[in-house]
């Protein structure tokens, strides 16, 4: 038989996903599992881009531009001026999700073998994003018990080699909930000034903030805007995980045109979801005042749970719908598994995401899980009583 490529083999599988044959084994067996594992909202999603789908009147669903809807990006403009971030519709390239958009920005401004720097944990597909794109992910670590703010700038620094072509952060980052302040923003600023890097700023969850932290955008940054790459997608802002619309946006036209001919091989981003989601941007204020109220209710919750585990170290999250959550368990992996195969609270067990897949760095997360608080106050509540339970009897527990 032939051989496959090395990238089939060094492609991760997903720490959100990989648990899935056991969840359904534990269904089949009558157990109900609450899926806190992954970043799919129960919130409705906006009438405005649902209303979209079911009444428009097209006879035919055509192309649109490789670039995105003109229309959709004219809309995009207003969108981002309402954060002060000011671009042209020229300036945006529409993507299939947030994850290509990330992969058009690696391959336009990386070679094979060239490093991009990310403070860890972060979103795992980062690393498939990387392989697919043939370049490394250099990491450099933050802490939990220092609540994953920027590591030293110094121990960045550390880490640029001739190879380093930019840095990327997440914020309110996935899975953490860290919002990285003016301060950090600024001193990463200074970095890729000195160091002629580019700098990636992932900015997904920006609607999702909570009280006492600031959103502080790569675009808002003064004197890198050849520098500066924003990613985006509406998956979360709206709750409409399957739409897959993203975006790239940039002052820099060399990147721009990179990608637009990398977009030009796949056609074009979808055309009918690009329409909900121009619908989408007319969504009342009071939509998303409702849903900061409720993920808030669903942090405040968790946390009042967590605080009854004993020998459980979590930091309440400032943004986004995640955190991380160090266990006194010997290896969260397994644990995780465990969960779903050997264990149940009155026909009831929860399923993690094992953390050190969202790690670079071997043997880091170990004894780490994401919770993604996407389910509702009670289906939450329910979901940390399940979790303490489950850590009175785990075989592995450290303490």
């Not at 944990?121 to 043939?134: D, L, S, V």
């Not at 998956?235 to 619309?245: F, I, L, P």
């Not at 409702?290 to 400032?318: H, N, S, T, W």
């Not at 608080?373 to 339970?389: D, K, Q």
Request: proline content about 6%.
């Amino acid at each position: 038989m032939p051989k496959l490529a090395d990238r089939a083999h060094l492609m991760p599988p997903s720490p959100i996903r990989k648990l899935v044959p056991y969840a359904e084994k534990a269904k089949k067996k009558g157990i109900h599992v609450y899926h806190i594992n992954i970043g799919q909202p129960d919130i409705k999603s906006p009438q405005e881009f649902m209303d979209a789908f079911r009444n428009h009147d097209l006879e035919i669903l055509p192309y649109g531009h490789s670039a995105g809807l003109w229309e959709y990006r004219d809309a995009l403009v207003s969108y981002y001026k309402k954060f002060d971030i000011h671009i042209s519709s020229e300036e945006i390239l529409v993507t299939h999700g947030g994850s290509e958009a990330i992969i058009f920005a690696m391959m336009t401004v990386m070679d094979p073998g060239e490093e991009i720097i990310i403070p860890e944990p972060f979103y795992t597909n980062y690393n498939g994003f990387a392989i697919e794109a043939g370049v490394r992910i250099v990491p450099v670590t933050s802490q939990v018990e220092e609540g994953f703010k920027l590591p030293p700038i110094t121990e960045i620094e550390k880490k640029i080699t001739a190879k380093t072509r930019a840095v990327m952060i997440c914020s309110p980052n996935n899975p953490t909930g860290y919002v990285y302040t003016p301060e950090e923003m600024e001193a990463l600023r200074k970095l890729v000034i000195k160091h002629d890097l580019f700098f990636f700023s992932d900015e997904v969850y920006r609607e999702f903030i909570y009280e006492g932290a600031v959103y502080t955008s790569v675009l808002h940054l003064k004197d890198i805007e050849q520098q500066a790459v924003l990613l985006d997608s509406i998956s979360k802002r709206y709750s409409v995980c399957g739409a897959r619309v993203g975006c790239l946006i940039t002052h820099n036209k060399q990147i721009l045109d990179s990608g637009l001919r990398l977009g030009q091989a796949r056609l074009c981003p979808a055309t009918l979801e690009q329409m909900a989601a121009q619908a989408a941007i007319h969504t009342p204020d009071s939509y998303f005042e409702e849903v900061i109220q409720e993920y808030r209710k669903r942090r405040d919750v968790v946390f009042e749970e967590l605080q009854k585990i004993p020998g459980v170290v979590a930091l309440k999250p400032q943004g986004a719908f995640y955190t991380i959550v160090k266990l006194p368990v010997d290896d969260a992996d397994l644990f995780s598994t465990w969960l779903l195969n050997d264990f149940h609270f009155q026909q009831e067990t929860i399923m993690l995401a094992p953390a050190n897949g969202f790690y670079a760095t071997p043997g880091k997360g170990v004894d780490e899980v994401r919770i993604a608080f996407v389910l509702n106050v009670e289906s939450m509540r329910r979901s940390m009583e399940i979790l303490r339970e489950a850590l009175k009897v785990y075989p592995g527990r450290t303490l």
